[in-house]
């Protein structure tokens, strides 16, 4: 481990030289000697060491001389400087000059190992902080990638309302309320929103408000000090901590319970909160934008959500519109998507078969872009010769059928009702991946009723809940 930290001793000094040279090679580091400040320096234009260790008093340039050049030319390079004439006062230039320690004449072999070992450990810490902060920067960068205002398609008069809404409010700080079904790209919208704020440069922290309990919750959103309850092992940053000077996206925020509500109230009128066990307040600077697939005023009318909180959140509302409501982009999207998974699974170009664009335009999508986006990476798959055909299209979207296709010449309304029954069933499953408590609440039924139904229908038992 020590071998990979380069050393350069400088010192006049032959005997002391050559003695420390040898104390740093059984400490296991790689070391290189020099008899002046000069020749270091002239080394040092080639490669550079971990660590200078120098003579304070040595002809020509002096230790503090030597340390002021290397921190000016080399900074990442540290110092240490060695004499036999200690004092505090010439101490405290050391470290003025940037030297990372200072070592007094005599000293003993340990002495030298305890402080350069701390130094190695310094180095190890600072290039660790500075692959973070690199890696932090190329994830954002990636994440702008990811997440541009290209993935955002449509064409349809509602989407360009939306994306004008979208280019005029992303210059403020109001608070935005995006609301629309699940899988119309909600998320799309907050960080389209985000990227082209004053703010796009910060954090963008997403908070999945309807996937969390209540005391979990709470942890996440404002952080927790150690000891707070059983299994807080140390102190934590909430994600608005982790927020501040960017901007907090609350997803499903109709779900928060009525407790869960005044506290987010509280940051969103102060500014300010407590950690769960803390008793310290943090102030934050945070942008607020949050989405739902409930109406909000609704949930007011019926007590369950609080008033002043939907007037905190609801200053800018944005509702995206469902895909079934935007025939006109089905297609535009399609390509989008095909031109992704083309790249991804080594097609040159992906093209659709006779009657697919019909089949995509008359299914009803009611899992949305989503939805879509699933179907087509399957066909992506399935498909041969880059071609994607009926056959590669899951059954539902292959076999779309109205409600009233069911009646035909037969008017029997209990066999008519099943079928319809049996036809959303196996649309709320396809959608909800299989997970049953999804597909339940989708249908707006309890996941007992569900599993009655699906026992009722026949439906294979192929996925458990997760």
């Not at 490669?47 to 120098?54: C, L, R, T, W």
């Not at 989407?159 to 609301?179: E, G, R, W």
Request: hydrophobic share 40%.
């Amino acid at each position: 481990m020590n071998a990979n930290y380069q050393i350069a001793v400088v010192d006049d000094n032959e005997t002391m030289r050559e003695g420390l040279v040898q104390v740093l090679k059984i400490l296991g580091y790689t070391t290189h000697p020099f008899p002046d400040a000069e020749n270091c320096l002239s080394a040092l234009q080639i490669s550079q060491p971990h660590i200078v260790i120098a003579d304070y008093k040595m002809p020509g340039k002096n230790g503090l001389d030597l340390t002021r050049e290397i921190k000016a030319k080399y900074p990442a390079v540290q110092t240490v400087l060695i004499t036999a004439f200690g004092s505090i006062e010439l101490a405290v230039k050391a470290m003025q000059v940037g030297a990372a320690d200072f070592i007094s004449k005599p000293f003993s072999a340990d002495e030298i190992g305890v402080k350069i070992e701390r130094i190695c450990k310094l180095i190890a810490n600072q290039e660790k902080l500075s692959r973070l902060v690199a890696e932090n920067q190329y994830l954002r960068e990636e994440e702008k990638r990811e997440f541009n205002n290209d993935e955002i398609v449509g064409q349809s008069s509602k989407m360009k309302l939306i994306f004008k809404t979208v280019k005029k409010v992303a210059a403020t700080d109001a608070s935005v309320i995006i609301y629309g079904e699940t899988g119309t790209g909600k998320e799309l919208i907050a960080r389209a929103l985000h990227q082209n704020s004053p703010r796009s440069e910060e954090a963008f922290i997403r908070v999945n408000c309807g996937a969390l309990a209540e005391t979990i919750l709470e942890s996440e959103l404002f952080g927790h000090e150690k000891g707070a309850f059983t299994g807080a092992l140390k102190r934590k940053a909430g994600r608005f901590e982790l927020a501040h000077k960017g901007t907090i996206f609350l997803d499903e925020v109709s779900e928060i319970s009525p407790a869960m509500q005044i506290k987010l109230l509280r940051v969103l009128q102060e500014k300010e909160f407590e950690r769960v066990g803390g008793e310290e307040t943090l102030r934050v600077d945070v942008r607020v934008i949050a989405a739902t697939n409930k109406p909000l005023q609704d949930l007011v009318d019926k007590g369950i959500f609080r008033e002043d909180l939907y007037y905190r959140l609801h200053v800018v509302p944005i509702t995206l519109p469902a895909l079934r409501d935007r025939d006109d982009d089905i297609l535009l999207i399609t390509r989008h998507f095909l031109e992704k998974f083309a790249r991804r699974f080594g097609h040159e170009q992906l093209k659709l078969d006779k009657g697919v664009e019909q089949a995509l335009r008359n299914y009803n999508w009611p899992g949305n872009i989503r939805e879509l986006e699933n179907v087509l990476e399957r066909a992506a798959v399935l498909c041969e010769d880059s071609v994607v055909r009926l056959s590669d299209l899951p059954p539902l979207v292959n076999n779309n059928k109205s409600v009233f296709s069911f009646l035909d010449d037969n008017l029997d309304l209990n066999n008519t009702l099943d079928q319809v029954e049996k036809t959303l069933l196996e649309r709320a499953m396809h959608t909800a991946h299989g997970v049953k408590a999804e597909a339940a609440r989708l249908l707006g039924i309890k996941t007992t009723t569900l599993l009655y139904k699906l026992s009722k229908f026949g439906f294979e038992d192929k996925n458990e809940d997760e």
